[in-house]
């Protein structure tokens, strides 16, 4: 008996981790894909390169004097969830960037370096190569350093051609420049609020739902824009660095409001000081239609509309009222159609 054991044992298959679902050479070969990708993206204060343990960034390069860091994390939500439906995979690493990078904006920081964390099934290296030259995009628009990352190929946790995101930012700023700044903020400071591209990354399980409702196939043209319905609604969020830190540099600004998930409604008093609250006018201006086609296709109530989608606004600016012309003159310079959307009030 111990005999026939020993020799069944002997003649089993060797296992290994690739039989397991794991294939390390296919994340060598994606390290060494994208590497040119992060480097595209370096700044002043990086070290090294991808590989190590961790990553180094050097401040003193850069040439911060009395530095504060601030960091964010994100992810992109079921968004995803029209990437894997689409098989469009070259855009979700933009938002996943921006829910990050605009975050950290909002306290007056300018973003510094990004890593992400990548996680599937079965690593498909076309598709995780997509995905990481989009978040390369997304940090050269936000002007930060793709520093490294994290690539985990974990079988049986996600479907089929399913993997998930999230993103982790560090920015910087000069403690006398870190907003909201609550001791220049005042009742009467003007809000100003700048475009969004769309729903941006947020209310995607609604989205989705309204696209239930219509019966619409995400290839088919879209009622709100000349494209397809997938490739419309995968519109990345807009990174806001190119607008914002030119303000915050000038001290035009005394608070930021990234809108995200809440809308207007519950993001925009997260700047405000205890005594403070924002009185915002919802007829300043005009929503674009993909919002319009959202309310109508699916019966959303305006509330409901508000604390789930930003309405047209990606971020808004606090400004004291002698600065509210000259900050409207710097945004329209820098391509931006600002418009003044309420104030400061005391409550």
Request: net charge negative; proline share 7%.
């Amino acid at each position: 008996m111990l005999t026939r054991l020993i020799m069944a044992e002997e003649i089993l298959p060797p296992l290994s981790y690739r039989d397991a679902g794991v294939d390390i050479k296919a994340g060598e070969r994606l390290v060494t894909s994208i590497s040119p990708l992060a480097k595209s993206t370096s700044r002043a204060g990086v070290m090294g390169g991808l590989g190590g343990f961790g990553a180094l960034f050097d401040l003193k390069k850069e040439g911060w004097t009395d530095p504060v860091l601030v960091s964010g994390t994100d992810g992109v939500g079921t968004k995803l969830m029209l990437a894997f439906a689409t098989g469009r995979h070259d855009t979700i690493g933009i938002d996943l960037v921006a829910m990050c990078a605009n975050d950290v904006l909002a306290q007056g920081a300018e973003p510094l370096f990004f890593l992400d964390y990548f996680a599937t099934g079965h690593l498909d290296e076309g598709t995780a190569e997509a995905v990481i030259a989009g978040i390369a995009e997304g940090c050269r628009q936000a002007g930060c350093a793709l520093v490294g990352g994290e690539t985990a190929e974990m079988p049986g946790m996600y479907p089929p051609g399913h993997y998930d995101l999230a993103g982790f930012v560090v920015g910087a700023v000069e403690r006398e420049a870190l907003l909201p700044d609550h001791a220049r903020m005042a009742a009467g400071d003007i809000l100003i609020g700048i475009a969004s591209s769309g729903p941006h990354a947020n209310g995607y399980s609604l989205v989705r739902k309204v696209v239930e409702r219509t019966g619409l196939d995400w290839d088919a043209p879209a009622p709100f824009a000349d494209a397809s319905l997938g490739d419309a609604l995968l519109t990345p969020t807009r990174l806001y660095t190119g607008a914002a830190l030119p303000l915050i540099r000038e001290h035009l600004v005394t608070g930021l409001a990234h809108i995200t998930g809440g809308g207007l409604t519950e993001n925009t008093p997260r700047m405000c000081p205890d005594g403070l609250l924002p009185e915002i006018d919802y007829g300043a201006w005009t929503p674009p239609p993909v919002f319009d086609w959202l309310q109508r296709e699916g019966a959303i109530r305006e509330d409901d509309m508000r604390q789930t989608f930003n309405m047209g606004l990606g971020m808004v600016f606090a400004v004291p009222q002698d600065a509210a012309d000259l900050a409207m003159a710097r945004l329209r310079e820098l391509g931006e159609a600002p418009v003044v959307i309420g104030r400061l009030c005391p409550g």
